[in-house]
């Protein structure tokens, strides 16, 4: 998936190396998340940020060790400040990236690489806070192809 990443190790000395990963996905998607997870480079840096229904769902993720994996579950959440809402779905995972990203890519997208996954609503939104917002390039963002994200871009 990141072929720049293919010939790295354990071993591999990374002080120039400032890419970081954002990995977003729901319960819909946990078989994708485990792939894309298993596919990362075990130096790859970043936030794993997964929505999910309700804590029951939360599972066991195998990430590299300097990924930091946030599990968000809807049931304990709001939704809209001041509306007294339930969070609905995507909502809390589109507020936890708009949150990292505001504060981890203040200076610009950088090197950061995007994988996105779950419902497209949620991709969709994610993907257009990542490139309208935060300014990151079509190309550091994977999101699934059959929902032919920025193709009219």
Request: include cysteine.
């Amino acid at each position: 998936m990141f072929p720049e990443h293919d010939t790295h190790t354990g071993s591999t000395a990374h002080h120039d190396d400032r890419a970081q990963f954002l990995v977003v996905a729901d319960e819909t998607s946990f078989a994708e998340l485990d792939a894309a997870l298993a596919t990362l480079p075990l130096c790859a840096r970043g936030r794993v940020f997964v929505e999910v229904a309700d804590p029951s769902d939360i599972a066991v993720l195998s990430a590299p060790l300097r990924m930091v994996v946030t599990w968000l579950p809807r049931s304990t959440r709001a939704g809209r400040p001041g509306t007294g809402e339930r969070c609905a779905r995507g909502e809390a995972v589109v507020r936890a990236v708009r949150a990292w990203s505001a504060e981890m890519l203040c200076d610009g997208p950088g090197a950061t690489r995007a994988i996105l996954l779950g419902d497209y609503r949620t991709v969709a939104d994610v993907y257009d806070h990542l490139l309208d917002e935060v300014g990151m390039s079509p190309d550091a963002v994977s999101a699934p192809a059959h929902f032919r994200l920025g193709v009219a871009r």
